[in-house]
């Protein structure tokens, strides 16, 4: 699909009530991405979530607000301060911060007089990208070169699973990206976001995520839990632990 498309489509998931955001890339790699960015960024209807500074400064430069993604390094109050001035209305945390970290940073911003003058997006489901290459991974692991590679990821619509020599599920290879082994899953901990989060993200990988959806919708106040397990599902980012651990 081309730029165009997507807007198009956007169009028509706002006539049916809904907010969409447009994501830039997380990479960068040549102009012709460089022209994708420019159209996006000119879209002129719909917000754009930045995963790149070079995007943020397009933005800026043209004082349109913008979201600032998960793939941005923003980790104190005075990189969110500095954002925020320029023009950011939304924020998603980064993947690898905990509920702690979330907390402590949102009380600095309070002391810093802007605390509710952004919103606040958590990635809650899906396997957690980790990684980018300028090189495909999937490509690599056929032989094959990324410019000659037959869109070989096809072949692998849900990545391609790494193990430790211990033989326990480290990593999912999809494209450029490395992506988590388990699933992020943050559906048990809905009620330890009240107060901090605003919108939690649920990264859609097939038609089963409308259950995942529904089943967050149902659990928001605890009453429903969700059941995982940790041969499928880590939690341990958000619990100040490591990453691929499930904290019950």
């Known amino acids: 699909m081309q730029v165009a498309d997507w807007l198009e489509l ?14 830039s890339l997380s990479l960068l790699q040549n102009a012709a991405e460089l022209r994708q960015i420019a159209k996006l960024v000119d879209n002129g209807e719909f917000l754009v979530e930045a995963h790149d500074f070079g ?16 793939g941005l ?10 954002l925020y001035r320029q023009g950011m209305i939304r924020w998603c945390l980064p993947i690898e911060l905990s509920r702690d970290w979330l907390q402590d940073l949102l009380y600095q911003c309070e002391q810093l007089g802007f605390r509710h003058k952004f919103e606040v997006e958590v990635f809650g489901y ?26 070989c990821c096809e072949k692998y619509p849900q990545g391609r699973k790494v193990f430790s020599q211990e033989n326990q599920l480290l990593f999912t290879l999809n494209g450029i990206q490395a992506q988590s082994g388990y699933c ?28 995942i959806l529904e089943q967050f919708r149902a659990n928001q106040q605890g009453k429903y839990p969700l059941t995982l397990t940790n041969d499928l599902n880590c939690n341990g980012y958000w619990r100040r632990a490591a990453g691929l651990s499930l904290i019950p």
Do not use: W
């Open 10 to 23: 956007a169009k028509e998931i706002t006539l049916h009530g809904k907010q969409v955001v447009i994501s």
């Open 55 to 70: 995007v943020v400064n397009q933005l800026i430069e043209q004082k349109i607000p913008f979201m600032a993604g998960y």
């Open 73 to 82: 390094n923003c980790y104190n109050a005075y990189a969110l301060q500095l």
């Open 126 to 151: 899906g396997h957690l990208p980790l990684a980018l290459s300028a090189r495909c991974f999937t490509a690599r692991s056929e032989n094959r070169h990324k410019d000659n590679c037959e869109t």
């Open 184 to 211: 992020y899953n943050l559906g048990n901990e809905q009620t330890s976001m009240a107060g901090l989060v605003d919108i939690v993200r649920i990264s859609a990988e097939n038609l089963a995520s409308l259950t």
